[in-house]
């Protein structure tokens, strides 16, 4: 790394227009209090011999009637366990499907000036990856991978067709420490009745740039310091305003806006490569509690949005905690030049 | 609590335009992995009787050599320890008060289109809130905290003179999980060279409420349900649509765009009103990690924008960790409802 050489630098990204602070000397900084972030248990810690289900866990494959409703799920290979993937109902919701769906700009209370409140519709579904406790995401065949996408990309499709339902967001929290409250290993889905204000936020973002140079801020990239691997059709970079340190984007190569188009093909290509990348970051990080997010285009933007939205999927390793600054500002201090994070991933083996 | 028979609601604020899911249910929702957060170990903890020096720490008394320059000190009263207060130097700054102020839209590289970077320059200061290791900022007395406070404010008036400073974050972290890495009472602030982009949105949603209602967003509040206390110059409140459990914001109930102007009489009455309040959050959530963020105008906006402009002091505590949805949409889940964490505040005696 060439951290000594370096001093901070404060840098602006084309996608959320954020501002990001990169700082190598804050890593140096001491701590008297113990970190809070131990390393992750892998999740198959608790789990049996041979990958017996864990005896508490409701997504072991044999537990299925302990889980909410299962809204498809995706069956199993000839002679091996009755299903591979199941999509179901989160029994926690934070949005609840039954609900009454909110009318267009239907306000139920105003309390200061400009404040709106709508009931709780929405959709919150569980993805179980695997019937395997001891199998984490990056431990399946690429192909494996690819299902566990083609499942997301089916279950949008499905929530498009609800005219109620604005934006689905798809996330994976992975270790205590990045959300996650269940270890077997999965991820989830919200669609909600509105658009979420970070999708608002980089619209926004991606249009200025595409009116001032003409071009989508996802399109090209110029640097080969910042390119970590790729596939046939998407490159895994660190992305040159990143907001935490290691931070992924896996962005398709050809200019596409709607994630949940995605075919087989392309499922494998991206299962293949986020696979890889995951690995990589176990390696290097030593198994670190990480998210990923999936960034797509809200339903039903104009066409005229479509040549500068351009869908891309985040992995963010959680490495510290962040504080009041971040909170406050919305800006991130970073101690990891995105240079020296993709240098580090792309010569790693994996 | 109502908690039983209320169900989700979702809800945006006045004030950043963000969206949040309120969700009870949520709270019921089992662990199948370690809490991350364990309770916030009393920074006293590891302090010798009587409150000496913790050996290793530099922010105690009588290791002012092991920090970095002071900038001012606020000195005791007559017979008691030579400083009450310290504002320093950041040791390992995030951005650097020695580099090269950019000039106004000066562009160091472009690797995608659209990004912009620029130098780290800026200044990064630590507020050391008393000289020993065992006192936290609530245990002052209401004098102590309003020094504290003014102390904040002429920094952040030296600050604003520099004419590349933007805007000036204050901010508190308390304990490890809200990010702290001294356990020291201490405070930071970061003038940066560029308005950081929750302060933009925040203006930009303040804006739109002043202009659709001719209103300014904090300046009136119908609602009893989320008061939570008030002296004469202040109230503070659960926000209607607060992202964080028992979130609070502490505002000025007198219009005034910035928190530096604040005067000797206005502090020592906010001063027992924080005082009061991280009061009553230890007492309640039994010393949670917290963090606190005070939001105030940018320098130099047109005077168009003070009507609209309302300073405040966001108080978060850190009862769970974030997840990928927020992450990825930038919209809170929050098992709390402002109206039950009112309530309960309201009613502790403190
Ligand atoms: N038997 C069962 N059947 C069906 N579903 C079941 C179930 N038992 C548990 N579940 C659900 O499974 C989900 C597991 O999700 P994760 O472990 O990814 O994190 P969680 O949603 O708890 O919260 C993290 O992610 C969210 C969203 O980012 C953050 O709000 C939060 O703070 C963070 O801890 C939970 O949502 C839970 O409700
Ligand atoms: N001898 C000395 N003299 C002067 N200063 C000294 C010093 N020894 C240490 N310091 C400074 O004291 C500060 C203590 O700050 P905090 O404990 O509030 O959190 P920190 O800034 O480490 O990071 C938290 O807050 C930041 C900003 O929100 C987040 O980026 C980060 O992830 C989170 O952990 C550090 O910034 C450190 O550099």
């Known amino acids: 790394m060439a951290e000594a050489s370096r001093t901070s630098?404060?840098?602006?990204?084309?996608?959320f227009g954020r501002w990001v602070v990169f700082s190598p000397a804050r890593s140096r900084r001491p701590t008297d209090l113990k970190s809070h972030a131990p390393a992750n248990p892998s999740p198959g810690a608790g789990a049996g011999a041979g990958g017996a289900p864990k005896p508490s866990c409701p997504f072991c494959?044999?537990?299925?009637?302990?889980?909410?409703?299962?809204?498809?799920?995706?069956?199993?290979?000839?002679?091996a366990s009755p299903w591979r993937i199941r999509v179901i109902?989160?029994?926690?919701?934070?949005?609840?499907?039954?609900?009454?769906?909110?009318?267009?700009?239907?306000?139920?209370g105003e309390v200061m000036p400009g404040e709106r409140a709508v009931v709780g519709f929405g959709?919150?579904?569980?993805?179980?990856?695997?019937?395997?406790?001891?199998?984490?995401?990056?431990?399946?065949?690429?192909?494996?991978?690819?299902?566990?996408?083609?499942?997301?990309?089916?279950?949008?499709?499905?929530?498009?067709?609800?005219p109620a339902v604005k934006y689905?967001?798809?996330?994976?929290?992975?270790?205590?420490?990045?959300?996650?409250?269940?270890?077997?290993?999965?991820?989830?889905?919200?669609?909600?009745?509105?658009?979420?204000?970070?999708?608002?936020?980089?619209?926004?973002?991606?249009?200025?740039?595409?009116?001032?140079?003409?071009?989508?801020s996802l399109c090209e990239f110029q640097s080969k310091d910042i390119f970590v691997s790729e596939t046939h059709n998407f490159?895994?970079?660190?992305?040159?305003?990143?907001?935490?340190?290691?931070?992924?984007?896996?962005?398709?190569?050809?200019?596409?806006?709607?994630?949940h188009e995605i075919d087989k093909d392309m499922a494998l290509d991206l299962g293949s490569l986020l696979r890889t990348m995951l690995a990589k970051l176990s390696k290097q990080l030593n198994d670190p509690p990480?998210?990923?997010?999936?960034?797509?285009?809200?339903?039903?933007?104009?066409?005229?949005?479509?040549?500068?939205?351009?869908?891309?999927?985040?992995?963010v390793p959680q490495l510290s905690v962040i504080g009041g600054f971040e909170i406050g500002s919305g800006c991130y201090i970073n101690p990891v030049f995105p240079e020296d994070a993709a240098k580090i991933l792309r010569e790693l083996d994996c």
Chains 1, 2 share one sequence.
Not at 94 to 105: G, I, K, S
């Open 9 to 15: 630098e404060a840098r602006r990204d084309a996608v």
């Open 89 to 108: 109902e989160n029994l926690y919701p934070a949005l609840r499907r039954d609900a009454e769906p909110p009318a267009p700009d239907g306000e139920v």
């Open 290 to 315: 990480f998210n990923f997010m999936i960034h797509s285009a809200p339903f039903g933007v104009s066409s005229s949005c479509l040549p500068y939205t351009h869908w891309f999927l985040q992995i």
């Open 168 to 216: 689905v967001q798809v996330f994976k929290n992975h270790g205590a420490s990045a959300g996650a409250s269940m270890a077997h290993s999965h991820s989830q889905m919200l669609g909600t009745p509105f658009v979420p204000p970070s999708v608002t936020t980089r619209l926004n973002c991606m249009k200025e740039v595409f009116e001032r140079l003409g071009k989508c």
């Open 123 to 162: 959709f919150h579904d569980v993805v179980i990856e695997t019937p395997r406790h001891d199998v984490r995401l990056w431990d399946l065949d690429a192909g494996g991978v690819s299902d566990v996408l083609l499942a997301y990309a089916r279950r949008v499709r499905q929530l498009m067709e609800h």
């Open 61 to 79: 494959l044999g537990r299925e009637s302990e889980c909410a409703p299962e809204i498809f799920r995706v069956p199993a290979l000839p002679d």
């Open 235 to 259: 490159s895994a970079i660190a992305p040159f305003a990143a907001s935490y340190p290691f931070e992924i984007w896996i962005i398709p190569r050809q200019h596409s806006s709607y994630f």
